[in-house]
């Protein structure tokens, strides 16, 4: 089976990425105008730093040269943070952000439910369980998941 030029993107940053001791959280790759452009989502425990985002960028720059021939364009490579209301994309990160609020929405409705606001209650084989606002709990398949993000409570 042949990998895509994004899924292989992937492997390279995330191996690296770990490698240099941060956490890969996603990518996105394609065009803006007639610009192509990489940019690469990490964290760490206690936020990245500006100086993070350079160091992580110039050890990117270095890897993806070695791969010749993978990116067929110049591009732009920008790395940065999630920020604060950041994508839960596995169980890794549900099981992190335990206790948090996300906002979710399902691919198919749950208890008549595709969109809802909810606590990380458990996290367990492919499921997560989430407890609203009234105190209900939605037991919810990961896979049935089409997008979350930490909401960010001020």
Not at 90 to 95: G, L, S
Not at 113 to 132: L, Y
Request: proline content about 2%.
């Amino acid at each position: 089976m042949v990998m895509s030029v994004t899924e292989q993107l992937k492997n390279i940053i995330k191996d690296e990425i770990e490698r240099l001791g941060y956490e890969f959280v996603d990518l996105n790759y394609g065009k803006r105008g007639r610009k192509w452009f990489l940019q690469v989502f990490c964290d760490k425990k206690g936020g990245l730093t500006l100086d993070h985002c350079v160091e992580i960028s110039r050890e990117l720059g270095y890897e993806l040269d070695r791969h010749e021939g993978l990116l067929k364009h110049s591009y732009n490579l920008e790395v940065s943070s999630p920020g604060l209301n950041r994508p839960l994309k596995n169980e890794a990160d549900f099981k992190r952000h335990s206790g948090d609020i996300v906002k979710v929405r399902l691919y198919a409705p749950v208890k008549e439910r595709r969109e809802f606001k909810g606590e990380v209650s458990e996290v367990k084989e492919g499921e997560v369980i989430f407890k609203d606002s009234g105190g209900e709990k939605i037991t919810v398949d990961i896979d049935n998941i089409a997008n979350a993000k930490l909401e960010v409570e001020i």
